[in-house]
């Protein structure tokens, strides 16, 4: 299994960036994927993770309607898209791939078998 991460940088606040994950060594559609984040000098916090057939998308509240998740199982890559970015939105960005196929808020990332080397998002003016 391989994930790797790009589309992270400097955005400055009420700016967007666009994460991409590309996937292989595994069926990508077969498997939920989720996006986490970790601030500097803070833990991992899961942000979003998607269904296998995209049908179903969760958000933690703190990104909901500014990031969106989506998934191109023709291309094998996940996407985040991230509007209205605040500087506490800093952080390194893993993507991560669940052993199931459907997200499960009440397993979170203990669902995670694979993770990606992360992208840095900075936001600052």
């Known amino acids: 299994v391989q994930l790797v991460e790009s589309g992270g940088g400097l955005a400055q606040p009420g700016g967007s960036l666009r994460l991409s994950c590309a996937a292989s060594?595994?069926?990508?559609?077969?498997?939920?994927m989720t996006w986490a984040r970790q601030a500097p000098g803070k833990g991992l916090e899961w942000v979003s993770g998607i269904d296998s057939d995209g049908s179903g998308k969760h958000y933690t509240d703190s990104v909901k309607l500014r990031f969106t998740i989506s998934r191109d199982n023709a291309k094998n890559t996940v996407y985040l898209q991230m509007n209205s970015l605040k500087p506490e939105d800093t952080a390194v960005y893993y993507c991560?791939?669940?052993?199931?196929?459907?997200?499960?808020?009440?397993?979170?990332?203990?669902?995670?078998?694979?993770w990606g080397q992360g992208t840095l998002v900075t936001v600052s003016s």
């Open positions: 991560a791939k669940s052993r199931f196929s459907r997200w499960v808020m009440t397993i979170g990332l203990n669902a995670v078998d694979a």
């Open positions: 060594g595994f069926t990508f559609d077969s498997y939920a």
